[in-house]
């Protein structure tokens, strides 16, 4: 053999074998730094199945689509949540429920796109962005809060939320983007406020349960097709400071009667109006008269009744006590309260007199009482006398709204030590619970024999919508 030969396989095999131990060494130390890196990913458990955690950013990323029910910690092995990302319950068919905790910043693009089973959300204070496709064909989401600190709604945000009844948009939002409701069929009642500049395109499309909508002073645009196809749409209020009402805008709105206008007619003629908006034309336009969000100096925002007092006071429920306040805590009277139900139900009108040597026709209750005794929501106190100044207690407003609606059918329990089994209002105040109307004044009681105060009134029926 030769030697030469010899020694240079030899030392070719060190060195080959030098190399796979550097290789080898590299090899586990990329290894370690994988499992380091995916470390960052936690698993938490919640009901159902497992969500996501990426620990180097703090935002939720994933979800098993198993899960049913999602409550989500303030940390997650000591890290902060601060975002709900992009896709992260990208449909989560089974979600019924998430508890987002306060420090959420940001709701992620198409966070919770297409969660079918998802009922109600409530978005934490602190939450500056919703991202679009956020809440996109949520269609049994029927109540959502958003809290005063979101600047930033997405378009598309809840596309075809078709469960979803009522939205108050906070103070802060300037742009109400495309789509951003458009096919919320069951949407009745939505809160602009006076920091919206733009309504852009197909924001309110399709919305066939909307009977009136203000539009606040400040707003300059409302774009193309933005109220399109909303079949029961009555009422527009809409400011002075409208410079141009896009193409279709109001197409299709074929129940269209009044148009109430801030400014002048000269002004309303000056604002640029494109074509298909036929509604508009054939409607009565009131100068002067356009609604402005309610300024009362005794319902902050952000307390339990005001949003219910800014949509009662924009659909013409109600009126404050005096022009700088609503009195909320003031008892509700008999003749009040059939008044804000009567003008909730679109004043409805009805042959015959009332019958009761108390309640006058020309009085501002006249026409409300005649139409709750004709529909069974409320008797007289005697065969002569209605009571129409007697206060409302909680138990018969409750009641009222019942029989108003049918009284329709429920079941189970409601829970509540002071509402017994047969009493004239366990079943309706069974109907307000299950369907969010009322939670009680504790967890044990709902006090029906309580004054129900002008606040309350007006929650219960914002609520009832």
């Known amino acids: 053999m030769d030697e030469t030969n010899y020694m240079g396989g030899s030392m070719r095999k060190k060195f080959l074998s030098a190399l796979l131990a550097v290789l080898i060494v590299m090899s586990l130390s990329s290894i370690s730094a994988l499992a380091a890196e995916s470390n960052t990913d936690v698993a ?80 934490p204070d602190g939450t500056v962005r919703i991202g679009s496709g956020a809440f996109y064909c949520c269609k049994n989401l029927s109540r959502v809060e958003i809290p005063g600190s979101v600047v930033s709604i997405g378009s598309e945000a809840f596309y075809n939320c078709s469960g979803l009844k009522r939205v108050t948009l906070p103070d802060g939002v300037n742009c109400v983007f495309d789509s951003v409701f458009q096919g919320c069929t069951s949407l009745t009642s939505v809160l602009i406020p006076n920091s919206v500049m733009y309504i852009y395109g197909y924001a309110f499309q399709g919305c066939t349960s909307l009977k009136s909508v203000t539009i606040p002073e400040g707003v300059l645009t409302v774009d193309a097709f933005a109220f399109s196809g909303c079949s029961v749409l009555k009422t ?195 109907w307000a619970v299950a369907n969010g109307i009322t939670k009680g004044t504790d967890a044990t009681h709902f006090s029906p024999s309580a004054t129900c105060t002008r606040g309350q009134v007006v929650t219960f029926l914002y609520r009832a919508q």
């Open 44 to 123: 938490y458990a919640v009901e159902g199945g497992n969500i996501y955690f990426e620990k180097t950013t703090g935002i939720i990323t994933d979800c098993d689509n198993t899960v049913t029910k999602a409550v989500i910690p303030a940390k997650i092995e000591g890290v902060a949540v601060t975002d709900i990302g992009n896709n992260a319950f990208n449909n989560c068919e089974k979600l019924v429920s998430i508890d987002m905790p306060e420090g959420i910043t940001s709701i992620g693009n198409n966070a919770f796109y297409y969660c079918e089973s998802l009922t109600d959300v409530i978005i």
């Open 236 to 430: 527009v209020n809409l400011p002075h400071s409208l410079e141009i009402i896009g193409n279709s805008a109001f197409r299709y709105c074929s129940m269209l009667a009044d148009v109430n206008y801030s400014g002048s007619e000269e002004e309303w003629k000056a604002i640029g109006i494109d074509y298909n908006n036929e509604p508009l034309a054939s409607a009565t336009v009131h100068y002067g008269t356009g609604a402005q969000m309610a300024n009362f100096s005794d319902v902050a925002a952000g307390s339990y009744c005001y949003d219910a007092v800014q949509w009662a006071v924009a659909n013409g429920i109600t009126n404050g006590t005096d022009a700088t306040h609503f009195s909320p805590n003031a008892g509700c009277t008999r003749g009040q309260v059939v008044t804000f139900l009567w003008r909730a139900a679109g004043k409805p009108t009805v042959s015959g007199n009332v019958g009761f040597v108390d309640v006058v026709p020309g009085s501002y209750c006249y026409e409300a009482v005649k139409w709750a005794v004709a529909n069974g929501i409320t008797k007289g106190t005697n065969a002569t006398h209605f009571s129409p100044k007697a206060t409302c207690t909680r138990g018969q407003v409750v009641t009222f709204m019942y029989r108003a609606t049918g009284e329709p059918a429920g079941g189970g329990s409601n829970g509540f030590a002071d509402v017994a089994a047969g009493s004239y209002c366990y079943n309706a105040v069974q």
